[in-house]
């Protein structure tokens, strides 16, 4: 596990002048996965979006490595596919059969939960020497703010809107990260870009593991969320304190909480500086603030007996 | 020079055994009837040692096709086979590696597209990636199926081409019909085909690249659209080039279109794929009584040969176009639209009939042959009209 | 710059890389992003820790670190978020309003 002074040997994958929006939590999450990657050749592969559109506009790339984007819903099939010719072409003798290198794809919670998750599914449970990283921002971000499995309860969102006859989102966000560990991987873990040295061992762990491995990194969104560009460290922070973003992995099935959270901050605090939530704390909308806190509560409760105990 | 053995196999048997002898690096696909038995026979030779091929079993064909994309563009050699509603799931992959300019080669058991489902034979699903961007050709027997399937890894690769090459062949009838094929020797296959040396290959870590940018937003995407279409138009010379050569290794001829008895043909039926045979079969007869009848095939769709075409049925007095697929909404069928365009610049104006035949794998019985000769020599006297499509077979009001 | 792009406004398709493949990795750090910041980083030197934590989380890879010490914000790409003068412990980062150069402003 690197300190910082260590990691800022390593060369930075994500080159300067991508057009993502100021504060983007999706970068800062690619940076330290991909500092966190080691120094092996990296091949990586993302899907549609923000991310993908933002450092592939033609002429310029920001990859300082090999990239493929292919299509919105298949980060992973297209991955699994360069990860399947490595294997081919060393078995051949075209490469050197001690050749050592990495295969990523990156798809947000929209290219991943949603559109993404049978490719993502199929990839995992073949088996390939490859890791996926979900940035999760909670909605289409690249699209218009239009809401995913992701986004949570409650949550504004531009297909999810809020009136009289509704308030945001109205269901529970999909556990993924669950879902992945019930494929029987390797390795899964859920990481923020506010911890970075949890992000970057889970990503040096996720690299070195021989199969599948899959991380759920939180990547908060400023203009989606509606926080100020430098707020977006902050609001992962405080994600974890409240325990919405609950900071563990799954190593060969066994559970494991990385950062304990000894007090849980209320949820209040991670809802109340974003935009998108601001409608929660209206008269009228007590009761299901009450009800995304003791989701939050129960789903913590339910993960915290899962973990094993040290 | 090779040596020829002959078998008695199916389609689906003799395109696997080109695969295997193409020897790809990777092979990504999903089952699908008819095409099951290409991708079983695959399995078979991974399992018994005899390719080196990476062998990935994608959970739909949509990943399968995204995952020969990343392969082809790590710098594989990638090869997979579909049909019908595989075909179309990936319809977005193949415009894709198109785009892309990978030298993809996959294998299409031609069958109908739902609704209804069927899964017999019809051309619907490879007229829906006509605009793709994939060279295309048809196979009307299991000779041509493997000799095709050759022959497009050349294509593919070709400098000039770089662009992802069809062998189709039709759904049941030519997939799992036993039939004779002469096949080849693996070492003179693969003296024939030759190596894979990729361009900009992700592996290729020393000359990292970016693949599948975005050239929206006002970006050179025309440019990129032209690429395309004058790699499709270098095709023309690149697979009569490699067809000649493989005339050369086996003896047998190619050519873009076959042409059955032409040079006096007062009528002549267009026709794709093994309903050839059928039309060859009734032509024999109605020659031997004297009709003066010519058939033209089309072995690749896609470069068009219209030049062929046009130069082939230049002096007949009427034409029978025969679709195995629809397109609703238009004139007439998706090859009856092409070869009346090919016939426009023609100095005299031939009458074209369209016949829609065989849909979901109706019959093709000779009998309803012999009514499109008969049409034909009534269209080319001037006592019938060639105006209205005719829909060969289907039942009509008493 | 190894792939010379400064004539691409008038290429023809034959002079563009087959696919619209980008054959030079990273090349977009000859792309400016400065221009769209309004306020900027100034960080005292004095007071700086080296603990590093503005580097580890600027998005845009602008806090150019030499021998395991920030020596600089990268200027061409940085676009003033101010995320490192949140995340830093001894907070000796502060955001300047970026002054506004052009004539007919001023």
């Known amino acids: 596990m690197a300190n910082l002074k260590e990691l800022s040997h390593r060369d930075d994958r994500l080159a300067g002048g991508h057009r993502l929006c100021a504060g983007c939590g999706a970068s800062i999450a690619v940076r330290q996965v991909l500092l966190g990657a080691g120094l092996e050749p990296v091949v990586v592969g993302c899907a549609t979006g923000c991310l993908e559109v933002s450092t592939s506009i033609y002429p310029y790339s920001s990859w300082k490595t090999s990239f493929i984007h292919n299509a919105f819903e298949n980060s992973a099939a297209t991955v699994s596919g360069v990860e399947a010719a490595f294997q081919a072409l060393k078995r051949v003798g075209k490469i050197p059969a001690d050749k050592k290198m990495k295969f990523v794809a990156f798809g947000g919670d929209g290219g991943t939960y949603d559109i ?15 890791v996926y990283v979900c940035y999760d921002n909670g909605a289409y971000m690249n699209t218009g703010i239009q809401r995913s499995s992701a986004t949570p309860k409650g949550a504004w969102a531009t297909t999810a809107e809020v009136g009289p006859a509704q308030q945001g989102k109205i269901q529970r966000r999909k556990d993924l990260t669950q879902i992945m560990a019930a494929h029987n991987i390797p390795y899964v873990a859920q990481a923020s870009i506010s911890h970075w040295k949890d992000l970057t061992s889970k ?17 908060p969104c400023p203009r989606g969320w509606r926080i100020p560009s430098s707020q977006s460290v902050e609001i992962a922070k405080l994600a974890v304190q409240t325990g919405f973003w609950p900071l563990y992995e799954v190593e060969d099935g066994v559970f494991r909480q ?53 | 020079m090779p040596t ?8 689906n048997s003799v395109v696997a055994e080109a695969m295997r002898q193409c020897r790809p690096d990777v092979m990504a696909a999903y089952p699908i009837t008819p095409q099951t038995t290409i991708v079983e026979e695959f399995a078979g030779f991974v ?5 080196h091929t990476e062998y990935v079993t994608t959970e739909s064909e949509h990943s399968a096709m995204s995952a020969c994309i990343g392969a082809s563009a790590a710098g594989a050699r990638v090869m997979t086979a579909t049909a019908s509603q595989g075909l179309a799931l990936m319809w977005e992959e193949l415009y894709i590696a198109s785009g892309m300019r990978l030298p993809i080669v996959m294998a299409n058991a031609n069958r109908a597209l739902s609704a209804p489902i069927n899964i017999h034979c019809d051309h619907s699903d490879i007229m829906g990636a006509r605009d793709s961007g994939w060279v295309t050709y048809f196979a009307e027997t299991a000779q041509e199926a493997y000799d095709n399937t050759i022959m497009a890894v050349r294509v593919a690769e070709h400098p000039d081409v770089m662009l992802p090459v069809m062998s189709t062949l039709d759904g049941f009838i030519t997939t799992h019909s036993i039939d004779r094929v002469s096949v080849m020797d693996d070492e003179s296959v693969a003296g024939f085909v030759g190596d894979y040396v990729p361009e900009n290959a992700l592996l290729d870590q020393d000359n990292p690249v970016a693949h599948g940018t975005f050239s929206g937003l006002g970006g050179p995407f025309f440019e990129f659209k032209r690429q395309q279409r004058e790699a499709m138009e270098s095709a023309r010379a690149v697979i009569n080039q490699v067809g000649a050569e493989y005339t050369e290794l086996t003896g047998r001829p190619f050519d873009v279109i076959e042409t059955w008895n032409m040079e006096d043909a007062e009528v002549a039926v267009v026709v794709i794929g093994s309903t050839a045979g059928n039309v060859r079969h009734v032509a024999r007869r109605l020659r031997a009584e004297g009709k003066r009848v010519g058939i033209v095939k089309i072995r690749v769709w896609r470069p068009f040969p219209y030049a062929e075409i046009a130069a082939a049925l230049k002096s007949v007095k009427a034409v029978a176009v025969m679709d195995r697929a629809e397109s609703f909404g238009a004139e007439g069928g998706p090859l009856f639209l092409e070869v009346r365009s090919a016939l426009y610049d023609l100095p005299e104006r031939i009458p074209v009939v369209n016949y829609i035949y065989g849909l979901g794998g109706s019959d093709v019985k000779l009998e309803l042959i012999e009514r499109v000769f008969a049409d034909l020599a009534d269209v080319a006297a001037g006592t019938d009209s060639p105006a209205g499509l005719v829909y060969l077979g289907a039942r009509e009001e008493a | 710059m190894k792939w010379d792009i400064s004539e691409m406004g008038s290429w023809t398709n034959k002079q563009f890389p087959r696919g619209a493949c980008i054959p030079e990795a990273g090349n977009s750090a000859y792309y400016a992003t400065g221009g769209w910041r309004s306020e900027r980083p100034v960080r005292d030197a004095e007071r700086c820790t080296q603990c590093l934590m503005c580097w580890i989380d600027c998005p845009d890879s602008s806090v150019v670190v030499v021998d395991e010490k920030v020596v600089a914000f ?17 907070k000796c980062i502060d955001m300047v309003p970026e002054g506004c150069e052009l004539t007919e402003v001023k």
């Open chain 1, 116 to 130: 993404g998750l049978q490719s993502l599914s199929g990839a995992m449970e073949r088996g390939h020497d490859m």
């Open chain 1, 258 to 310: 990385t950062v304990r959270v000894a007090n849980r901050k209320p949820l209040e605090e991670f809802l109340k500086p974003q935009g998108r939530f601001k409608h929660l704390f209206t008269p009228g909308n007590e009761a299901l603030l009450a009800e995304i806190q003791s989701d939050v509560d129960k789903a913590w409760d339910d993960l915290i007996g899962r973990c094993a105990t040290e």
């Open chain 2, 4 to 11: 020829h053995k002959t078998l008695a196999a199916t389609g």
């Open chain 1, 203 to 219: 990503a040096e762990k996720a690299f070195s593991v021989e199969g599948p491995a899959f991380l759920n990194v939180f990547a």
């Open chain 2, 47 to 51: 399992a018994k040692g005899r390719v």
């Open chain 3, 74 to 90: 990268d200027l061409e790409h940085c676009k003033g978020c101010g995320i490192c003068a949140q995340v830093c412990p001894v």
